[in-house]
């Protein structure tokens, strides 16, 4: 019998404790462990946010569907990894203490370095978790007038809730006849062909950006924030009434100490998805090396990858799975500006881009259909 343990239920970890599931005969024993036994769909922020769906839309209970799939849910605070004795330490929780294992998937996601930027906490917005969406949607209520900023700061992986944000800002003033009320502005710290990792993607959103008379404002590294100004690296200043900026992401400090990390804290993996160095320890998702965007899509590919070959790594068999990095996202402009990508990283092939209002229709469908084949 193998005791496998899957450390966060975010995308990565819920199909990698499913998977192991379908495969692993019933005398293997599965737990998954996680903060907080809401499973929250981060697609569906934004449109939270903005008032069209509810805290109950998005998020489903995660102790009671792992349960049916024959999975042990532990909502804990996981410390630290120990790939020698092979144990976990649980800081506090349902249980405390020391968990032992005989596999792990490490499936934590990233950290929001705030600290990075001086006067995040106090002066800006995000949306990054149910609280703070409902939050930053009561804050786009008040405005009426002045200046919305909306972008990512340098180090942030997550391009999509920035242009959707916008979107939804400006229909909204669209319909109620006040949009010459409010200026919006997109800032990113790079160019739109590489935030978006394409050209043809940057000029289609760009076209739906001008659409709406969003402005762009390229290579800008916000540091620091007052009450209504960001200056930025090379001390240019953007005033606002209302920002929203993704902050710098990092890796998962569970791992950071281990000498399996990057410089900024994610973990270094082969394509089997099996921590470089170290059998019997996988790492899937937002936590994990790889370029470009932190998305849920590559959290999916890899914890079917992952769990795959754990599960070959216990009958004793090889590891024949292999990820291969791609990027696939939706943006929503909520109507024929939305745009869908995908993106082969491992080639130099150029993306295949689309858009139209079916994207925005398809974004809202694949969220139910999460939600009915998951939760
Ligand atoms: C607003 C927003 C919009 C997005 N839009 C899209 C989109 O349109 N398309 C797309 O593909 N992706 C999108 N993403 C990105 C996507 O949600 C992430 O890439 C995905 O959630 C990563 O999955 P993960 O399992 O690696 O990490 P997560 O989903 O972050 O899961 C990590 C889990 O680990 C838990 N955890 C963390 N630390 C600890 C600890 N120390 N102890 C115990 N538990 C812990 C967390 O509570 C969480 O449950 C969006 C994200 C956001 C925030």
Partial sequence: ??????????????????????????????????????????????????????????????????????VNFIEAEVARIDPLQRTVTIAHGEVEGRLPYDYLVFALGRRLATERIIGFYEHAHHLLNVDK?????????KLNAGRAVFGQCFGARLPVPVYESAFALARRLEEKGERERVRIT????????????????????????????????????????????????????????????????????????????NEEGYINVTSTMRIAGHERIYAIGDCTNYDGPKMGHAAVRQAEVAAANLASEIDGRALGARYQHEMRFVIDELGAGSLYLHKDLS?????????????????????????????
């Fill in 1 to 70: 019998m193998a005791k496998v343990l899957i450390l966060g239920g975010g995308f990565g970890g819920v199909v990698a404790a499913e998977r192991l599931a379908e495969r692993l005969g019933d005398e293997h024993q599965i737990t998954l462990v996680s903060r907080s036994r809401q499973f929250v769909f981060y697609p569906a922020l934004v449109r939270l946010a903005f008032g069209n769906s509810q805290p109950a839309d998005v998020s489903f209970d995660l102790r009671q569907t792992m349960l049916n799939r024959r």
């Fill in 133 to 141: 969406a409902i939050s930053f949607g009561k804050a786009v209520k």
């Fill in 186 to 261: 997109v800032v990113s710290p790079t160019t739109l062909d590489l935030e978006l990792g394409d050209v043809n993607a940057a000029a289609a959103i760009k076209k739906a950006l001008d659409a709406h008379q969003i402005e762009f404002l390229p290579n800008l590294q916000i540091q620091s924030l007052t009450e209504d100004t960001a200056v930025t690296a090379t001390g240019e200043t953007i005033n606002f009434n209302l920002l929203m900026l993704v902050p710098p992401f990092r890796g998962s400090s569970a791992a950071s100490y281990l000498g399996i990390t």
């Fill in 347 to 375: 080639t130099d092939e150029p993306a295949t881009v689309k858009q139209g209002r079916f994207w925005s229709w398809a974004k809202q469908v694949h969220e139910e259909y999460w939600k009915v084949s998951h939760s």
